[in-house]
């Protein structure tokens, strides 16, 4: 199954970007919405507040109402997958690619001009090397903003809003003032948990992911005849495992998404080698 472009709708926001054209589908806000109802309250920004220092303290009666917490997700979610976009973008016009950018309900596409979704095979504009480059300037783009944040907040002597990876992998975030606005506050924190952990997320070996079109091209460069079927076990064998890990610590939304994916990879491979059962690859 490939993730295409959605279809135009009257209801799009329509903008331009560092000379990009930006579609963002409503269906976008929609997700952001969802996932705000479940992420971003008062009740648990007073759990961050307090808890785990993350700002000044606070009772729960001096917070906004909750759809002040959900506005802020919303954009924050909405400026960090714009920027990953924009690496994609910016990569590929260095390589005197055009494309456009598509915010939607799974996230976002850079789109190539005259292209509305991406196929497994190898890209014949690129070489594999610089469609690596392109791959990783995503998530690279949210890294980077990550760590701009992070850079600001500990030169101007503010403890960064604090929080733990999905592995337990506890961030060195040191010490220093808290932030007295709780909606500021929240709005870092909500900048920097999709920034990091999507990032993180997107590197995963699992097609169609930034990190399932890198280990495409890598197994390519090694193994140009076999290199897509390698890939796409890879992808089935992450996502599977991802997948088990996430339902084991109740994560069922992510646990679901792995699995779909990697029963993707599956029809993909099925497609690819002309075998249900498996078999030799195609040369590329």
Not at 67 to 75: H, R, S
Not at 100 to 129: C, E, M, P
Not at 145 to 151: K, Y
Request: hydrophobic share 50%.
């Amino acid at each position: 199954m490939l993730l295409g472009e959605p279809a135009r709708t009257r209801y799009d926001l329509n903008f331009n970007c560092c000379g990009f054209p930006v579609r963002v589908s409503p269906f976008f806000w929609v997700m952001g919405l969802l996932l705000g109802l479940s992420l971003a309250d008062r009740k648990t920004a007073v759990v961050l507040l307090n808890h785990h220092g993350f700002g000044a303290a606070t009772d729960l009666d001096q917070l906004p109402q909750n759809w002040a917490f959900i506005l802020l997700w919303i954009v924050a979610l909405f400026v960090s997958i714009l920027i990953h976009e924009l690496g994609h973008a910016i990569v590929l016009r260095k390589f005197g690619i055009s494309s456009h950018i598509v915010l939607y309900q799974f996230g976002g596409l850079a789109v190539r001009d005259g292209s509305t979704y991406a196929a497994y095979g190898h890209t014949q504009q690129l070489n594999s090397k610089n469609q690596i480059m392109v791959s990783a300037a995503g998530p690279a783009a949210q890294l980077l903003l990550a760590c701009l944040l992070f850079a600001v907040l500990r030169i101007g002597g503010f403890r960064v809003p604090y929080f733990e990876t999905p592995f337990g992998i506890h961030l060195p975030v040191g010490s220093g003032l808290p932030i007295s606005n709780a909606l500021l506050c929240m709005f870092l924190f909500y900048l920097l948990v999709p920034s990091i952990l999507w990032a993180i997320f997107n590197l995963a070996p699992v097609y169609p992911l930034d990190g399932g079109h890198i280990s495409r091209e890598l197994f390519l460069l090694l193994n140009p005849r076999e290199g897509i079927r390698h890939s796409l076990i890879l992808s089935i064998a992450t996502a599977g495992g991802i997948a088990i890990y996430m339902f084991i610590h109740h994560n069922t939304l992510m646990a679901v998404m792995m699995g779909w994916l990697g029963y993707s990879s599956y029809q993909i491979l099925q497609a690819y080698t002309g075998n249900r059962f498996g078999g030799p690859g195609r040369s590329s």
